[in-house]
């Protein structure tokens, strides 16, 4: 089945503490990127890569950071959390960005 | 001003009724995306555009690159189509613009 997989789907962490959230896809897709959730401000892109060692900056990439070594894997690093990147995470793939999404299921990251 | 705006913020309509969504853009694009996420959090593509009209069961999309505006419409609306309608475009840099949502409750 063609789907994006992030992994985990909830996690809670204090500031300060490295964690990285997981994204696959199985579809070869070219084009991936993360964005975040935040009730009043919607949907924000913090990082995007057109292929593999290829990453480029979003709306809101402070505090992140991203690798592309493999076509299929796009893992999102927090550094040092903190409460301010407390929110919903989207993955998402396709072909290009003129070519439908498909996103993962989400995960919500709380950092105290 | 936001690069995309969305209206209405919110919607509630009868079932059965037709609905209409705005979305307006003011940045060159290569392709308007219409997106809905249910209350479970989880984010499905309904439509890519990038000219005319794309039509998928009971939902239809519309795309006016001169005026920059999409139409996302919605017809014989059932409570199952509730949920939150996002538009969003992505420009000639590859990166990806959002608006910010239009919650639909469609009762029965």
């Known amino acids: 089945e063609a789907q994006v997989t992030q992994n985990p789907r909830y996690l809670i962490t204090v500031t300060g503490k490295k964690l990285t959230v997981t994204c696959s896809q199985n579809?070869?897709?070219?084009?991936m990127s993360w964005y975040r959730q935040d009730p009043g401000l919607g949907l924000r892109q913090i990082y995007y890569?057109?292929?593999?060692?290829?990453?480029d900056k979003g709306d809101v990439p402070e505090g992140y950071k991203v690798s592309r070594k493999e076509k299929r894997n796009f893992p999102l690093i927090l550094e040092s959390p903190s409460p301010n990147q407390t929110s919903l995470y989207f993955c998402?793939?396709?072909?290009?960005?003129?070519?439908?999404?498909?996103f993962g299921n989400g995960t919500r990251l709380t950092v105290t | 001003k936001n690069e995309v705006e969305q209206s209405p913020q919110n919607l509630t309509a009868q079932e059965g009724e037709f609905i209409t969504i705005n979305c307006s853009y003011s940045?060159?694009?290569?392709?308007l995306h219409w997106l809905q996420q249910h209350p479970g959090g989880g984010i499905v593509s309904l439509f890519m555009?990038?000219?005319g009209k794309k039509k998928h069961g009971r939902l239809i999309a519309t795309i006016n690159i001169q005026e920059k505006h999409s139409s996302l419409h919605i017809t014989a609306s059932h409570p199952r189509d509730s949920a939150v309608y996002i538009c969003?475009?992505?420009?000639?840099?590859?990166?990806?613009?959002f608006g910010a949502g239009t919650r639909l409750t469609v009762k029965p």
């Open positions: 998402a793939s396709s072909t290009s960005t003129n070519s439908p999404l498909h």
């Open positions: 579809m070869n897709h070219e084009y």
């Open positions: 890569s057109m292929n593999v060692e290829v990453t």
């Open positions: 940045v060159g694009i290569s392709a």
């Open positions: 555009l990038s000219s």
């Open positions: 969003a475009v992505g420009n000639n840099n590859n990166d990806m613009r």
